[in-house]
């Protein structure tokens, strides 16, 4: 199932015509699941985004792609005039908390999407597109009948933006990434029953 056909708040493309007449179609904002030929984008974005302010990486390129051949229908981009400025990307796991395993597997019966990495393009960064594409993912996650919650891990700065998302706090995380500790934090998917019966879904 991709986002586009899951999600009916994603706003079709936009109809033009060129000088000669024909129609054609120039997407100027689109939101659409990810594949294994965006990673290269999707890694420059985050590494760029990540370094310069942790010096480290959620997922570097092999896992990129790894989750995007796993479970595309689980990532998110925002695309503008075809360029992908914005991104999440998840996947599927199945305990309570998470653990380094969560790090690397997609566990295919899991009812809890793992929200590895959100990512803005530099250029986009200080207009919202954050917040509003994490209430995009978060409602298309309300159309996967499967999915219970979302869960996260976030550093302490980052915890308002989650929190400002509906995310709640699970406590510290057991990961660690070198000297940086994390935060748990989680989103009640499930809860919203009565959103998802009248979301269109």
């Known amino acids: 199932m991709s986002a586009l056909s899951a999600a009916p708040f994603m706003k079709p493309p936009h109809q033009v015509r060129s000088p000669r007449g024909r129609r054609h179609t120039l997407p100027a904002s689109e939101f659409r699941s990810l594949s294994p030929e965006d990673a290269i984008s999707v890694f420059e974005i985050e590494r760029e985004a990540f370094i310069s302010v942790s010096g480290e990486c959620p997922l570097h390129l092999d896992k990129v792609r790894h989750f995007l051949t796993l479970c595309p229908e689980l990532s998110l ?46 250029t986009f960064r200080q207009q919202g597109k954050g917040s509003i594409l994490m209430w995009r993912y978060l409602q298309y996650l309300r159309c996967l009948p499967y999915v219970r919650r979302a869960v996260l891990m976030c550093e302490d700065f980052l915890v308002p933006f989650y929190q400002k998302s509906g995310f709640k706090m699970l406590g510290p995380s057991e990961i660690t990434v070198g000297p940086l500790c994390f935060n748990e934090m989680f989103y009640p998917v499930r809860g919203h029953a009565f959103m998802r019966r009248n979301s269109g879904c």
């Open 77 to 122: 981009g925002w695309f503008e005039e075809g360029r992908l400025v914005a991104f999440i990307i998840g996947s599927l796991w199945d305990q309570e908390r998470l653990t380094t395993d969560a790090l690397t597997l997609h566990k295919p019966h899991g009812t809890t999407v793992h929200i590895h990495v959100l990512a803005v393009h530099r």
